[in-house]
């Protein structure tokens, strides 16, 4: 069931594709993917437990590569064996790859940088990554990184946590009363408004070949935003620059 990725042109990591005629980076709904079954985990738990769940993840996801086109990248806080994982996936037969314990990565800025870049270096051009629990204003530093979708589920699972997702800030409705008699779903339904404003926002910038602009610029919204790009600029300048125009 895989389906055909195209790289069309980079903005430094950043990619601008085409896949099932629509381009990305773009939202991704969960009910419109066939997600292999997979063995999740906390991110921080015994190697020995994050070995198991690996190991039952593949063996899902090789009894389930004829009717599912995405496929759970595993590990936990192990590098290594979200590198196995992800390799073993790709000789099934997936080229398409959620994240897991995205939740988690956000609040762990090293392991979100070496996750991501260290599976970006070892995927196969034609592989596509999706994060599932992306904070608006992280999504442009997440797209530089070379992450090319985002589910667009994460506008319910921070409605239910009464958080109002914008551009350059998450608001806590019980901290903000920005919006004082709002319900869960019209809040659902404004958080996916900016995502979908956001996405719109990355592709304009990607045109322009300034999506590093874009970064900079919501880097100081967040002490999230500013510390990754810290660590990315001081860690992975070589990856940063492998696809970098020279002005």
């Known amino acids: 069931m895989i389906k055909k990725f195209e790289i069309k042109s980079h903005d430094g990591p950043g990619r601008i594709g085409k896949l099932d005629g629509e381009i990305t980076p773009r939202l991704f709904f969960k009910r419109e993917l066939k997600i292999s079954p997979s063995?999740?985990?906390?991110?921080?738990?015994?190697?020995?437990?994050?070995?198991?769940?690996?190991?039952?993840?593949?063996?899902?996801?090789?009894?389930?590569?004829?009717v599912c086109d995405v496929a759970v990248i595993q590990g936990s806080k192990y590098i290594d064996l979200r590198?196995?994982?992800?390799?073993?996936?790709?000789?099934?037969?997936?080229?398409?790859?959620?994240?897991?314990?995205?939740?988690?990565?956000?609040t762990n800025f090293r392991d979100l940088a070496e996750v991501i870049v260290t599976l970006k270096r070892e995927a196969k051009k034609s592989s596509y990554f999706?994060?599932?629990?992306?904070?608006?204003?992280?999504?442009?530093?997440?797209t530089y990184m070379g992450i090319d979708g985002f589910l667009a589920d994460a506008a319910n699972y921070y409605s239910l946590l009464n958080?109002?997702?914008?551009?350059t800030k998450a608001?806590?409705?019980?901290?903000?009363?920005?919006?004082?008699?709002?319900?869960?779903e019209e809040l659902e339904k404004k958080n996916l408004e900016n995502m979908e404003f956001v996405i719109k926002e990355i592709h304009a910038h990607m045109k322009n070949r300034s999506l590093r602009n874009l970064v900079e610029e919501r880097s100081g919204?967040?002490?999230?935003?500013?510390?990754?790009?810290?660590?990315?600029?001081?860690?992975?300048?070589?990856?940063?620059?492998?696809?970098?125009?020279?002005?």
């Open 39 to 66: 063995e999740g985990s906390a991110h921080n738990i015994d190697r020995e437990i994050a070995e198991f769940n690996v190991k039952e993840t593949l063996r899902l996801a090789k009894e389930n590569v004829d």
């Open 83 to 106: 590198v196995e994982c992800l390799k073993q996936l790709e000789e099934i037969g997936y080229n398409g790859f959620i994240i897991a314990n995205g939740d988690m990565l956000l």
């Open 130 to 142: 999706i994060f599932p629990f992306a904070e608006l204003s992280f999504m442009p530093i997440l």
């Open 163 to 167: 958080v109002l997702q914008t551009p």
């Open 171 to 184: 608001y806590d409705l019980d901290t903000y009363p920005i919006y004082e008699s709002i319900t869960q």
């Open 221 to 247: 919204t967040t002490p999230q935003n500013i510390s990754t790009l810290k660590i990315l600029d001081r860690d992975y300048m070589d990856y940063l620059l492998e696809y970098t125009q020279l002005f």
